[in-house]
């Protein structure tokens, strides 16, 4: 059984930093790329970043380039999101969703509030 | 970036009535490559989205077959044949043929 379980979400104050992560299981995780999707209470999905399978290429929207950085540790299954220079706008529920289109497994979620 | 306009923004069924969603995108979906990368997803109260249908009108394993999609270029439907009680939630068309990948506004669908 695929599942994918994200931790890592809190409280932060704006402009601070925090590592989500995702463990990925039920799947060859090195042949699939990856990405992170959020959604702002109340309101819709964005797209927040995308890594190739080997991790050798990372895809941002301007919305969040410069400040977030996607990567992965294959060895152990797990994705992370690097979130730098947080603002308010940044506050939401972050998803880890296996793919960069198909999105067919998604993680339970993990809230992130920027807030001083 | 590509806007993906999604009516109507809610809707109200009863069990059994068959219901349709568009989604409407501001420049064609048809990738050079011939695909059309144009995908449905159903996210239920509480939970986290599912996909229901990718790439126009294939159904994803597992998602009943009432559901069904349709479509090309910039027009593309979602259709509810028979509208079950567990089918309620928003849901939500995607593109990923232009960068950045973009979301509808998402339709709530109620039942009566």
């Known amino acids: 059984e695929v599942q994918l379980v994200e931790s890592g979400g809190g409280l932060v104050q704006p402009g601070r930093s925090l590592k989500l992560s995702c463990v990925a299981s039920g799947f060859t995780f090195n042949n699939y790329w990856m990405t992170w999707i959020r959604q702002a209470p109340g309101k819709g999905l964005e797209w927040v970043a995308s890594?190739?399978?080997?991790?050798?290429?990372?895809y941002y929207p301007d919305s969040v380039k410069g400040r977030f950085t996607i990567s992965r540790d294959n060895a152990k299954s797990t994705l992370y999101l690097q979130m730098n220079s947080l603002r308010s706008e940044d506050t939401a529920t972050y998803y880890c969703t296996r793919g960069n289109w198909e999105f067919d497994y998604w993680g339970q979620g993990v809230m992130v509030t920027v807030s001083s | 970036d590509v806007v993906l306009t999604q009516t109507p923004p809610s809707l109200s069924a009863t069990i059994g009535q068959s219901v349709s969603i568009s989604c409407r995108s501001s420049q064609s979906l048809l990738d050079s490559d011939g695909d059309t990368y144009l995908n449905w997803l159903l996210q239920r109260p509480g939970q986290s989205p599912q996909l229901l249908i990718y790439?126009?009108?294939n159904l994803e394993s597992g998602v009943p077959n009432r559901f069904s999609g349709s479509g090309s270029e910039t027009d593309f439907t979602l259709k509810i044949s028979g509208v079950e009680a567990e089918d309620l939630g928003v849901y939500y068309c995607m593109q990923a043929t232009h960068a950045p990948l973009t979301f509808g506004s998402g339709t709530k669908l109620e039942i009566k």
């Open positions: 790439s126009v009108s």
């Open positions: 890594i190739t399978n080997t991790g050798g290429s990372t």
